[in-house]
């Protein structure tokens, strides 16, 4: 069982960054794929960018490559979402989702357990 929180949302411009994070407790994190997902208004919660318990496998959608890197911190129990260049089409709200031993597959039905998402908004 592992319990999960997002932060680090908030609102800005257009070409600027923004670092999400993931945090865990309840057991050892470093055992679990974590992806990130967001759900933009009146849209399906679609997959981001993954990586795979072991960290050495990494998954990511077309619309982000180049601009978001996910990174993990097994010290601190915590997962990152770095975005850069950002644009509007990237607002919505992001969640991050674990597995144990999982390959960071890019399918939402591929992850047990989801935090309860932090809003970032890109203004134009």
């Known amino acids: 069982q592992v319990q999960l929180v997002e932060s680090g949302g908030g609102l800005v411009q257009t070409g600027g960054s923004l670092r999400l994070s993931c945090a865990a407790s309840g057991r050892t994190f470093s055992n679990y794929a974590v992806g990130w997902f967001r759900q933009a208004p009146g849209k399906e919660r679609e997959f981001v960018m993954s990586?795979?318990?072991?960290?050495?496998?990494?998954y990511y959608a077309d619309s982000v490559k180049g601009r978001f890197t996910i990174s993990r911190d097994n010290a601190k129990n915590t997962v990152y979402l770095q975005m850069n260049s950002l644009k509007p089409e990237d607002t919505a709200v992001y969640y991050c989702?674990?597995?144990?031993?999982?390959?960071?597959?890019?399918?939402?039905?591929?992850?047990?357990?989801w935090g309860q998402g932090t809003q970032v908004t890109v203004s134009s």
């Open positions: 989702a674990a597995t144990l031993y999982g390959l960071g597959y890019p399918k939402r039905e591929e992850y047990d357990y």
């Open positions: 990586i795979s318990w072991s960290g050495g496998n990494n």
